[in-house]
């Protein structure tokens, strides 16, 4: 019998539907290397108007936050990281909740809090000073106090800070000199769900004087983001490579020698130029991801901070600025994305023994 050239209508949907699972199994479209421009002469005002304001609990029950460093949100509360402790607040009205274990050296306690994060309804705090993450249930009750994986075949490696990836098959964990006894570092390294190293990101070394490098999950594009002081590049941390996603031109406020791993040196370069009238917009920190849009806060390095805002969809015109305009509030270096909203971290200039506030703005506004 002769084969007939012509494919029956039922092959050619099994066809279609077959090459519609392959290209959503071939995950998000590499944009590459993503430019902005930044111009500074063009900076949207946002009033406190624009948004609503959850003060965060004042009273005895709750000491005063010092130096906020991260925020999580799960459920009904507020996660707050300082270096200090970590404390949760009600995500409605800001009332104090409860406090996770103490200073000390005892299960549950820490000395030197570096991360926090959330798993499975959870709550983790990292002591960089013991290697040790202890986990907390909501109500602030102690679960476990549990070391973490610490490579002892890479002398000098050892970790700072482990993020869930965003599909939650691995951890990454960033690395950094413990001794001084090697050169070249990998930034990141990948662990399973038990802790065991798997292998290290290639592509990035740790940048020396590593201080409060931070990542952000990217999940539309199952991806951690990744930025360092006083770097005008935002990185990409994927299972098998580091590599910059997003470049800020800040034009003739780019601060000078980009390509110094140095981060103390730069630092005290930076302070200094500062210090004797200089100005320059940088450290870049707290990337946040919504939809097509990147979120950031930058400085001119006059306690002055702004929101950048790139829309990675567009190649001309793709970054706004942004500066929180009130007279009794203003705008500090933190700022998260939970849902479909943009938080912010305000001081209440009228109330130097309150603690900071959140500014809640809809992430849709920046569109």
Excluded at 238 to 260: E, I, W
Excluded at 298 to 313: A, L, M, N, P, R
Aim: charged share 25%; aromatic share 10%.
């Amino acid at each position: 019998m002769k084969k007939s050239k012509f494919i029956s209508k039922s092959s050619a949907t099994a066809i279609v539907a077959a090459l519609l699972v392959l290209m959503s199994c071939s995950g998000p479209k590499d944009r590459g290397l993503v430019t902005a421009t930044a111009d500074m002469d063009a900076i949207t005002n946002i009033p406190v108007s624009e948004g609503r304001i959850i003060p965060l609990d004042s009273s005895d029950s709750c000491a005063l936050l010092d130096n906020v460093i991260n925020i999580e949100m799960d459920k009904d509360r507020f996660y707050v990281l300082t270096r200090k402790a970590v404390k949760s607040f009600n995500v409605g009205d800001g009332r104090y909740l409860t406090t996770y274990g103490s200073i000390g050296q005892g299960p549950g306690e820490y000395t030197n809090i570096k991360q926090m994060w959330l798993e499975d309804g959870n709550l983790y705090i990292y002591d960089f000073n013991t290697n040790i993450a202890h986990s907390f249930k909501p109500d602030g009750s102690t679960i476990a106090s549990k070391k973490e994986y610490y490579d002892r075949e890479t002398p000098g490696m050892g970790p700072t800070s482990k993020f869930p990836y965003p599909d939650n098959s691995c951890f990454i964990m960033l690395n950094t000199y413990t001794d001084g006894t090697t050169d070249t570092n990998p930034l990141a390294s990948v662990h399973d769900k038990d802790r065991n190293r798997i292998k290290p990101v290639a592509g990035r070394n740790v940048p020396g004087g590593n201080l409060d490098n931070q990542v952000t999950p990217d999940p539309a594009n199952n991806r951690l983001l990744y930025w360092e002081a006083l770097k005008d590049t935002i990185f990409a941390i994927t299972t098998d490579t580091v590599k910059p996603a997003y470049a800020v031109d800040f034009g003739k406020l780019r601060f000078p020698d980009q390509d110094n791993n140095n981060v103390f040196k730069k630092m005290y370069a930076f302070s200094n130029a500062i210090k004797n009238g200089a100005e320059y917009a940088t450290l870049i920190q707290n990337v946040q991801k919504w939809d097509n849009l990147v979120f950031f806060v930058f400085t001119t390095g006059k306690s002055q901070f702004y929101i950048g805002v790139i829309d990675e969809d567009k190649d001309t015109g793709n970054m706004k600025i942004y500066r929180i305009d009130d007279p009794r509030y203003s705008q500090k270096a933190l700022i998260k994305i939970f849902g479909d909203d943009l938080y912010v971290l305000l001081n209440d200039e009228e109330d130097e023994d309150a603690n900071p506030a959140l500014l809640v703005i809809p992430a849709k506004k920046f569109k």
